[in-house]
């Protein structure tokens, strides 16, 4: 909880700002950015998979968490700025996966809660969320499995490759 905590207090300042965006901009272009920016961090990574951060400033906590808070008030993607970070940290996997815990709880909470402030609950976005509980559930017990026989350099890769896969996925979705 100490690595997340500026994290989680950054994140749900920028929370409120991502859902009033969602609510009254255009989308299209944000996504690109979105997209571009998580496609051009995972290759980074992957060609740079040792890139650390070395002599760390006090805010930068506090902008990745602020950024975090806007994308995951906005497209429910706090994910990307966070794992970057973590990365750039070189948190080791068991550190990693408790502190994103310890993050994705609080924050997705606030962000489920001023969606439903917001009037953006709808009976399809409930139905879709349940008809993904059991994926999700799989994806939990799986991830427990793999976590443990994963080496440091395997889980980089992984989580790099990942991150290209989504933001290609989000850039080639909202393009066409």
């Given amino acids: 909880m100490k690595s997340a905590a500026r994290l989680i207090a950054a994140s749900c300042l920028g929370i409120p700002l991502g859902i009033y965006g969602l609510a009254r901009l255009h989308e299209g272009p944000l996504k690109v950015a979105l997209g571009a920016l998580i496609l051009l961090y995972g290759v980074f990574g992957l060609a740079r998979p040792g890139a650390r951060i070395r002599n760390e400033k006090a805010w930068l906590p506090w902008l990745v968490g ?48 001023g969606h439903g402030i917001a009037g953006l609950w709808t009976g399809e976005v409930v139905k879709i969320y349940l008809y993904s509980l059991p994926a999700i559930g799989l994806g939990v017990v799986l991830g427990g499995l793999v976590n443990r026989k994963l080496t440091h350099d395997l889980f980089a890769k992984l989580v790099y490759g990942f991150l290209v896969l989504m933001g290609g996925i989000l850039l080639v979705r909202t393009l066409l």
């Fill in 66 to 113: 602020w950024t975090a808070g806007v994308l995951g008030g906005a497209y429910n993607t706090n994910g990307p700025p966070v794992v970057a970070y973590g990365m750039l940290k070189g948190w080791p996997p068991e550190g990693f996966r408790a502190t994103l815990q310890g993050y994705f709880l609080p924050t997705g909470l606030m962000i489920l809660a």
